[in-house]
């Protein structure tokens, strides 16, 4: 804390990042990235974007990016908003569609980013508790709210809302945006892109991080009505004219036009995710129904803190959140075959 500091500044309560691990040796299952590489044409793309070209500004629109995803999805360009990854596209819808009058809703335990962003704009929000089994029942959120947001499949649990739940839920609320935070959707669910004509309020969020393998790039995007997307216009011209560099939207354009690497890459991901809930269930974890690229488990007789640094001093990490309900779950990213087997070599001992 320093004298500088504005009051906001000492207020704010950040986002801990998962760790990035400066050993390379270590088997990292921790933040839910793909274990596969980017499409080759994707990096083939940047490969060809690097010269002098990087002198020029990039497009400021990333028009070839909006109308690749456009294409993509069935839908106009004027219903894409691209961004710095989905984490910044998620801070400017916060700050251009969230901060109301009333208070938004998610669910208590969702994507931890969210409450953070609340602290920084100063927006109201309320929790709503999931099931025990981590259901989200979406006649809990029929009341005056300022929107609604949560993960699906969500995080950290990996349970997917069927698409017909998430029409039920616009139905019942459409006074105030809902955002569907898809950032795992590739990996078993259906996109709620499909209702984005039928229901104005709703705003679906998708990034490249995870199901095609661009963590390090940083590219996310919102789909929605085109006078939702213009909030986010507004609030990004007011904020950064460039969020996507040159590379990111030749890159980001590839890889979605790569289909095929796409859709192999992320069935060898539900493939293993398969293997490894039934190997865990033999080991005795009870592994919580997923659909995303990680899977969220406790075992009844082992603490979930003293198995997490069990497998690292073998040196496999995953993530664990000390955090209320979910402070006996561990959440394992899929990795290769190899390493999947190398967690579940590194677990067996500490559960015997
Ligand atoms: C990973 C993740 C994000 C952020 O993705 P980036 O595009 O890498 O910023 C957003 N929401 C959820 C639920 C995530 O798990």
Known sequence: MSKFWSPLVKDLVPYVPGEQPK???????????????????????MQAEIGDSLRLYPDPNSDLLKQTVANYYGVQPAQVFVGNGSDEVLAHLFYGLFKQDLPILFPDITYSFYPVYCGLYGIQYETVALADDFSLDVSAYAKPNGGIIFANPNA??????????????????????VVIDEAYIDFGGQSAISLVNDFPNLLVTQTLSKSRSLAGLRVGLAVGHAELIEALERVKNSFNSYPLDRMAIVGAAAAFAD????????????????????????????????????????????????????????????????????????????????QNQALLEALKPLCA
């Open 156 to 177: 950290p649990t990996g349970r997917l809302l069927a698409l017909d739940e998430i029409r039920c839920l616009l139905e019942l609320n459409r006074e105030s945006v």
């Open 259 to 338: 289909d095929d690497y796409f859709i192999d890459t992320c069935s060898k991901v539900i493939e293993s995710r398969n293997e490894v809930t039934t190997a865990l269930a033999a080991l005795g974890f009870n592994v919580v129904p997923s659909a995303a690229n990680f899977i969220f488990a406790s075992h009844p007789a082992r603490d979930a803190a003293t198995l997490a640094q069990g497998l690292r001093e073998q040196g496999v990490i995953v993530r664990h959140f000390k955090a209320a309900r979910i402070d006996q779950y561990l959440r394992i990213t899929i990795g290769t075959p190899e």
């Open 23 to 45: 050993l390379s040796k270590l088997v990292k299952l921790n933040t839910n990235e793909n274990p596969y590489g980017p499409s080759p044409k994707a990096l083939a793309a």
